[in-house]
Each structure stands twice: as structure tokens, then as C-alpha cells.
């Protein structure tokens, strides 16, 4: 690319991507790539799925918009098929992850109208040391990492941080103005950090306790990523607000704010809104994606792909490796050396990955990816590791 308009805000690799099929991506030059990215965990269903692909042409063809104030078919039965794999009531159908936080944030605040003491309004919204949310202005105020909010301030107001993993900092939080906890399950852009199961269970009984919605971003690893259709669904727990996003139409746009009992209800007519959200092209794509994923096996097969990708990258004891960890097909090798000098050794070798934290190597390949194209991205990762020790 000679030209690129494009504002100064990605950290580009230089390559310049025309086509892909499955798990493999091709340049302009016609080389090859292994995909352990899908983006960042977008693309679910890898590249040219071919039932993906004949749903996207067929809608378009058939009706791409109409506008939020007409239903349509594709939306409707979408909202069903969510609400039906999520266990939940209501579901707000947007673009993005950031703004299915952001409509998870209105219902929340919504909710706590008149539930404070002395009817006053719960508002707070408590969120965890390391937690990403998005790159809106209020999204950024939830996300607890200071990095993200150098230059943007004033943030909005109403956030408290705590850190993740604690539960005592998370008891002293959580106080009659809070509204709800907010949490990433397993933190993504933070490095790939799960919240111990005891964590999750506890600040699940916190919440119920004392009246806070606890809503799951599940952006990054909601829709069969850690092998459940929501991470926190293999723990038995409930949240009362789950946002998903990037996977969910395997690379169309979309996100969806999920929410149960009373928030489902909290917002009414004229409370929020989108041009784009639930329109049938998106809606379309992401009803594939549904039912591939909650075909039987599938998710159970994305469970056992990454305990063969965690088993294989523990058993070769690496000197730069530090520890392996996630859970399905969203995981993060901990190493020793700035993890972009691995992303940048593997792509010379044809494999993509992705870094996160300070110190990882992420790992999001897509939910399809076969046995032989992981132990193939695996040899690769193994060598760039080899030649960043050499
Ligand atoms: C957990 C989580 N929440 C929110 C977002 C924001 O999503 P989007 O970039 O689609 O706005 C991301 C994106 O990385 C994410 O990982």
C-alpha cells in the first residue's frame, strides 16, 4: 500500500491481506498464513466459510436495512436464538463491543434509579484492575487500565476500579451507590488473566446479596471461545447483563447486550437506539455462527483444541515461557521477552498471533481450527520462541 489516509491510531504489521480460506490468509504477494488471530477473535468460522458466506450474499441481495423502526425476520429470530444460547430475557442488538457495554451501562444505571438509600440512585458502576471495556469516552472509564485514559480526560464519572482476583477489595466495594459490578471473566487485552472460579462465584453471591447487577463482558471470550456459549456459563452463574461482540457474525459487525429478570426491562421507548444495530445483513451472519456453534460437539471440540494447545506449549518447558494459560481457544503464553518480538518472529514464519498484557503471546485461532493446522502453528510458535532465545 502506497497511500493510507488512515489515521496514525494502529500499530500495523505491513501486511497487506486480499483473501483467506479456513485458517489460512494470503497477501498481496501470495504468501501464506496460519491464522492463531481471527483478527482479534473475530472470526469465528475463519475465512470464506462457505455457508457464512451464502447467508451474507443471499440477505444482501434479499434486504441489507430497513431501520430500527420495521422488524425483520433475521433480527427477530436472532434476538430468540441469543436469548435462548445466553439463558437470557431481552437482548439489544448494536455494532460493536463498546457499545454493547455502553447499552449494558445505560441498563444498569437505568435499573438504579430510586433503588438507593433513601430511593436515591444507585449509579456507581464498579469494574476490575486490568478489565478492557471499549474506547468510547465511557467505556474508557470502565476499562481499569490507566494506559487507555492518558489524554482523554474527563472521563465519565461514576467508575471504581478494584483490583481482580481479590475478593476482600471487591466486598469493601461493592456499597449502596453501586449499581453493578461489571467484569470480564477472562480478562483478554489484559494479558489473558482468568478470574479464579472461587472469584467468580463469590462476587456472583456478592451481587445477589446486596442488589447489584452483575453484568459479564463477554466480548472477547463470550459465543463458544472458552468452550460454554458464555464463559461464565460452565460455573452455573447467571449474569444479569452479558455483552458479546466480535465473534458473534463471524467478522460482519455486530454486538449484543443480553440481560435477564428485571434489567431486561429497564429500558423502555425512545431509552436508547441504534441505526445499524440488528440489521438482517448482520443478524443473518451471526445466525450461522449460532448454529455452528451450538451444533453439538462444536464447543465441547474448542475445550479440548486448547487443553492440546496448553498441553503441548507446557510440555516443551521453553526457557522464555513463563506459563500458559486460558481456557478453549483463548489463551495467552507468558513469556519472558517482549511478546512482540515473538508476534514478529512467527509472522516471518507464517503464523499470526496476537500479544496482549505486558508479557503474552495471545492466541485466538478460529473455533474451527483443525488438529493438524494447531500442531502446525505450534511448531512454529516453538521455533520463533527458539530463535528469540538464541
Ligand atoms: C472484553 C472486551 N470488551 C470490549 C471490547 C471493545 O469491543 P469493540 O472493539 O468491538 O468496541 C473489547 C475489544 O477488544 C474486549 O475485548
Request: net charge negative.
Amino acid at each position: 500500500m502506497t497511500t493510507d489516509k488512515t489515521m496514525d491510531t494502529y500499530k500495523r504489521t505491513g501486511l497487506v491481506f486480499v483473501k483467506g480460506s479456513g485458517c489460512v490468509l494470503e497477501d498481496e504477494d501470495g504468501e501464506k498464513y496460519l491464522d492463531f488471530a481471527s483478527g482479534i477473535g473475530v472470526s469465528s468460522l475463519g475465512h470464506g466459510h462457505p455457508e457464512l458466506a451464502k447467508a451474507i450474499a443471499e440477505q444482501a441481495a434479499r434486504l441489507i436495512h430497513v431501520s430500527n423502526y420495521y422488524q425483520t425476520k433475521e433480527a427477530a429470530a436472532l434476538s430468540e436464538e441469543l436469548c435462548a444460547a445466553a439463558g437470557m430475557d431481552s437482548v439489544f442488538l448494536c455494532n460493536s463491543g463498546a457499545e454493547a457495554n455502553e447499552c449494558a451501562i445505560k441498563v444498569a444505571r437505568k435499573w438504579g434509579e430510586g433503588r438507593g438509600k433513601g430511593g436515591s440512585h444507585k449509579s456507581r458502576i464498579v469494574t476490575l484492575t486490568g478489565s478492557f471495556h471499549g474506547r468510547t469516552v465511557t467505556t474508557l472509564a470502565a476499562t481499569g487500565q490507566e494506559k487507555f485514559h492518558a489524554h482523554f480526560a474527563p472521563l465519565t464519572p461514576g467508575f471504581s476500579h478494584v483490583p481482580a482476583n481479590d475478593a476482600g477489595a471487591l466486598e469493601a466495594a461493592l456499597g449502596e451507590d453501586a449499581c453493578a459490578l461489571m467484569l470480564e471473566p477472562l480478562q483478554g487485552e489484559g494479558g489473558v488473566v482468568p478470574l479464579s472460579d472461587d472469584y467468580l462465584k463469590r462476587a456472583a453471591r456478592l451481587c445477589a446479596e446486596r442488589g447489584i447487577l452483575l453484568i459479564a463482558d463477554e466480548i472477547q471470550c463470550g459465543v463458544g471461545r472458552t468452550g460454554t456459549f458464555l464463559a461464565l456459563q460452565r460455573l452455573g452463574i447467571k449474569p444479569d447483563i452479558a455483552t458479546i461482540a466480535k465473534g458473534l457474525a463471524g467478522g460482519v459487525p455486530i454486538g449484543a447486550a443480553l440481560a435477564r429478570g428485571e434489567a431486561a426491562k429497564a429500558l423502555g421507548k425512545g431509552d436508547h437506539g441504534s441505526t445499524f444495530g440488528g440489521n438482517p445483513l448482520a443478524a443473518a451472519a451471526a445466525r450461522v455462527v449460532l448454529r455452528t456453534v451450538t451444533a453439538p460437539g462444536f464447543m465441547e471440540a474448542v475445550e479440548l483444541k486448547g487443553k492440546r494447545i496448553l498441553a503441548a506449549v507446557g510440555s516443551w518447558n521453553h526457557p522464555l515461557v513463563k506459563d500458559a494459560r486460558g481456557r478453549g481457544l483463548m489463551l495467552g503464553v507468558v513469556v519472558s521477552v517482549p511478546p512482540d518480538k515473538i508476534k514478529a518472529l512467527c509472522i516471518e514464519r507464517g503464523l499470526l498471533v496476537l500479544t496482549a498484557g505486558e508479557d503474552v503471546v495471545r492466541l485466538l485461532p478460529p473455533l474451527v481450527i483443525g488438529e493438524e493446522e494447531i500442531d502446525r502453528g505450534l511448531a512454529i510458535l516453538r521455533d520463533a520462541l527458539d530463535a528469540a532465545a538464541e
